[in-house]
């Protein structure tokens, strides 16, 4: 009845449900037919359906360039002290050190998992791009990761994540030969996750010791002998950087990145790609900090129904609060001002921007709002920019954060001194906040201010327009 067309995976006790609440009138048979409609009109439109004349001969290498491009446009940088990157070329000796970077991760778990005909790890790509990494600490880590692979035991189903490698213990002897071996460390950590393998806190939020004992080792021999050390997270989602990035003089974000995740990495590190990716989360200084930590994931109901699923996993019914109401993600820390390690929308360059010339379409609000900035490229390298676009309402008649995203924009490659004006256009439904009791979309009457910003915490021009009445677009 609330319009839920299909759920997946489906099982033999929904399909018994539907019927039973056919057959006593509980649902209307035309509520049912209007679902089935809407999927059938999906099937109809489907190029199989169509039949499709399929090659079976896809471009792979093309398409291994779109995905090296796409995964280079999203690497973030988090640290970058004294220009620690982008790396120098072909004169740089690189000691890589942890499991990831020898064996990346392409993708999640079951849904969250890519079909990939190989991974190009970071080492990969370092090497195919003529850098010279320590050959000695390769093989060293590849015979312990072959080995350690080989205790793993036989994966159940096939979404199963097996348990990570730990880390090589890594003596004070050996650090020392190869930080003077070596004018620079990368230290990888991995995470994954995704479909029926969910997250917990310690040992993957939180780090492992023998990951914290490895940044801490590896930085203060590689320092103390005045080398850099750079820290990748090769991670789908967010971890602890607080209690560690100390130890880091650049910290650089590439996610997941598909089968050409080394080669696209190597792009960023040294610099044929300036780093242009924004944080579309917020890295918290602990889990606590999340809102709904303390009400997740619940509490499990005594007695309640058990659901084996496909042997796959087993479901549990639970209680659970929900208390996030309108502050889900940047808006909780924004509007009431909690400290983060990094916030939504964050991302460094090699370069740097200037934003001005902030201009409104109009000073009130008449259907729509054109939007115009000018960005500039100030630094000395040709790089792109993420200029976020976030609206303060009123917040006199309804609860509204301090501000919300409500677009951005990335410009194309700037070259040093080059500018270019980017444009938004706001409706009103952009404006506008859902009225449960109302059953309808409103829009305030008052002052907004447009705020143009690199991260939602680092806002650089603000202006203000009004809306002279109350819009009210009720739902059917």
Do not use: C
Not at 377 to 392: I, P, R
């Amino acid at each position: 009845r609330a319009g839920n067309d299909l759920i997946m995976p489906g099982e033999p006790r929904h399909r018994a449900t539907i019927l039973e609440a056919i057959k006593s009138g509980a649902l209307k048979i035309e509520d049912l037919d209007r679902n089935v409609e809407r999927i059938l009109k999906t099937v109809l439109k489907s190029l199989s359906y169509q039949r499709y004349q399929y090659s079976d001969k896809p471009d792979l290498k093309g398409h291994a360039q779109i995905a090296r491009k796409a995964a280079a446009e999203g690497v973030i940088l988090l640290k970058n002290e004294n220009n620690t990157l982008p790396l120098a070329g072909g004169s740089v000796n690189i000691a890589a050190f942890g499991v990831g970077s020898y064996d990346f991760i392409a993708g999640g778990t079951g849904s969250g998992d890519v079909n990939n005909d190989y991974t190009v790890s970071l080492v990969e790509g370092l090497e195919e791009a003529d850098l010279r990494i320590d050959a000695g600490l390769k093989k060293r880590y590849d015979t312990y990761i072959k080995t350690e692979k080989a205790k793993l035991p036989e994966k159940k189903f096939i979404f199963e994540l097996l348990p990570p490698i730990p880390e090589m213990p890594l003596e004070e002897d050996l650090l020392v030969a190869k930080a003077s071996d070596n004018d620079i460390a990368l230290i990888t950590i991995g995470r994954n996750s995704g479909e029926f393998q969910d997250r917990q806190t310690g040992g993957d939020f939180y780090l492992t010791f023998s990951e914290v004992k490895m940044i801490r080792s590896v930085s203060q021999v590689f320092r103390a002998a005045h080398k850099k050390v750079v820290v990748v997270l090769n991670i789908g989602n967010v971890i602890e950087t607080v209690s560690w990035r100390d130890a880091a003089d650049a910290i650089v974000l590439p996610w997941q990145g598909g089968q050409e995740a080394g080669h696209a990495l190597t792009d960023v590190l040294t610099d044929h790609v300036n780093p242009s990716g924004k944080l579309p989360t917020t890295f918290t200084r602990t889990y606590e900090d999340v809102l709904n930590a303390k009400d997740f994931p619940g509490i499990e109901i005594p007695d309640g129904e058990t659901h084996e699923l496909g042997g796959v996993m087993t479901s549990y019914e639970m209680e659970i609060t929900y208390h996030d109401d309108i502050w889900v993600g940047y808006r909780h820390y924004v509007s009431r001002q909690v400290p983060v390690a990094y916030p939504f929308g964050f991302g460094l360059s090699y370069t740097t921007f200037q934003y001005r010339d902030l201009q409104l379409s109009a000073e009130q609000f008449n259907g729509e709002l054109m939007v115009e900035t000018t960005i500039k490229n100030t630094g000395d390298t040709a790089g792109k920019e993420v200029v976020q676009l976030y609206l303060a309402a009123p917040g006199k008649s309804m609860e509204k954060p301090l501000r919300e995203l409500k677009g951005f924009v990335k410009t194309r490659l700037l070259q040093p001194n080059e500018s270019q004006v980017v444009t938004f256009r706001l409706t009103a439904s952009e404006l506008a906040s859902f009225d449960p009791e109302e059953r309808a979309w409103i829009t305030e009457a008052g002052m907004y201010r447009v705020q143009i910003g690199a991260s939602s915490t680092d806002i650089r021009l603000e202006e203000q327009f009004s809306v002279a009445e109350v819009i009210v677009k009720r739902v059917n």
